[in-house]
């Protein structure tokens, strides 16, 4: 059975090596929204992160706001806004503009904050950023509404008789997701509020076998606050990389990768709960890295919808420069051509074509050459008498 309506885009961080131009590896990111955008991927969501080097962007909305002018159908979403370093008021601010400046191609995801480093500049504990998310959240859910005024008082943030100054440009709003790791917290604040989903933790050891275990987490949450969650609204990010055939695939990240993996979440980040000593390998060992020819990645994609087991509404890569500028375009166009088509619903009728084509070949074009020869015996007169022999004979025919 064919998966229809599957829809793919980046994760965008972004990872970039230290010891390359910060400045053009910004413009890089924006360059491959752009490849993507051609290419008919469906979204890209741009990360927030303000330490430890490898993740540049500080404001997912000036590069949405100049990645909108530059493309035509890509939705842009963060990748995750950090509720907790902003105050709410101004981030439902921000993102009515971006809904207006963008056409309505924006989309508002939500984190507590990924990078401690982050909330320890801006003096805040580790152990308050859960409870300010869902706090924020709810403001900014009630102020997206524009229903009345809102009048709220935290620890933290206060609103009075706050309201919107513009109404969104979408109805009833920009889409809104919230990212989920191993723990079900992300998975209740999008059932509590009837939001989307970016599951990161998918590409996590393990991750794959608890995708189900994790959306019913999202559906009891969702009945219990009174609202409904779709599986269409729900991305699973993974990492990739396509070639022609899975060994040179596999020979074009591993140096990056390895990299990537000792000096950024090892050495500086003291490597995450959950995360593998050896990802590229244990990940492709266990499905949760999709690295190989259009053909492995195809069927890892498939074997990630059977464990979720009711499937899910899209694929997000994890984006990184594990291979060259060269070799990661020719990725994300390897998967547009060869693996999108087959859970897009796109490829089922041409080939049906052919095959009927083939199968009544005799039938439909076993009078061809006779007509040909009745046009020119009805119409051919001006026909040049060589030109006439030489069609007839069967070398030009058609």
């Known amino acids: 059975m064919a998966h229809r309506g599957l829809t793919f885009g980046i994760f965008l961080a972004p990872f970039h090596r230290l010891g390359e131009n910060p400045t053009l590896a910004i413009n890089r990111d924006v360059e491959l929204i752009q490849w993507l955008d051609y290419l008919g ?59 207006h400046m963008t056409r309505g191609r924006a989309m508002l995801g939500c984190g507590p904050g990924a990078l401690t480093s982050d909330a320890y500049m801006l003096g805040i504990q580790p152990a308050t950023q859960r409870p300010r998310m869902l706090e924020a959240m709810d403001a900014i859910m009630r102020l997206l509404q524009m229903d009345g005024r809102v009048t709220m008082k935290t620890d933290w943030f206060e609103m009075n008789d706050a309201r919107l100054h513009l109404a969104p440009y979408s109805d009833p709003h920009f889409e809104i997701a919230v990212a989920s790791t191993i723990t ?60 022609e055939d899975d060994e040179q695939a596999l020979d074009e990240v591993r140096k990056g990768e390895r990299n990537e993996t000792v000096t950024y979440f090892e050495d500086t980040l003291g490597r995450p709960p959950g995360r593998s000593d050896d990802p590229l390998v244990d990940g492709v ?26 499937g899910f509404g899209g694929i997000l890569f994890r984006a990184h ?13 390897l998967f547009a051509r060869y693996v999108m ?54 070398r030009d025919v058609g």
Not at 187 to 196: D, F, K, P, S
Not at 217 to 242: L, P, Q, Y
Not at 291 to 305: E, Q, W
């Open 341 to 394: 088509p087959q859970f897009q619903g796109s490829l089922e009728a041409p080939i049906g074509s052919r095959t009927w084509a083939m199968e009544n070949r005799k039938q439909v074009f076993g009078n061809t050459p006779d007509a040909v020869k009745r046009a020119f015996t009805d119409f051919g007169a001006a026909v040049p008498e060589d030109f006439k022999a030489r069609t007839l004979g069967g």
């Open 184 to 243: 079900p917290f992300g998975m209740i604040a999008a059932g509590t509020h009837g939001v989307g989903v970016l599951s990161i933790g998918a590409g996590l050891p393990g991750g794959p076998e608890a995708l189900a275990a994790q959306w019913k987490i999202a559906e009891d949450a969702a009945a219990k606050a009174g609202k409904t969650v779709s599986r269409k609204k729900w991305r699973v990010v993974v990492n990739a990389h396509i070639a």
């Open 321 to 333: 420069e594990w291979a060259t500028r060269e070799q990661t375009m020719r990725s994300y166009e």
């Open 41 to 99: 991927y469906d979204e890209a969501w741009v990360g927030e992160h303000h330490s430890a080097g490898w993740e540049l962007i500080a404001s997912p909305e000036l590069i949405i706001a100049a990645a909108a002018e530059k493309t035509k159908h890509i939705k842009l979403g963060s990748g995750v806004t950090s509720l907790p370093y902003h105050h709410p008021f101004l981030v439902a601010q921000r993102w009515v503009q971006l809904d």
């Open 285 to 310: 060992k266990n499905g949760t890295t999709l690295v190989g020819s259009p053909d492995t990645v195809a069927k890892g994609i498939r074997r990630l919808l059977e464990y979720s087991q009711g």
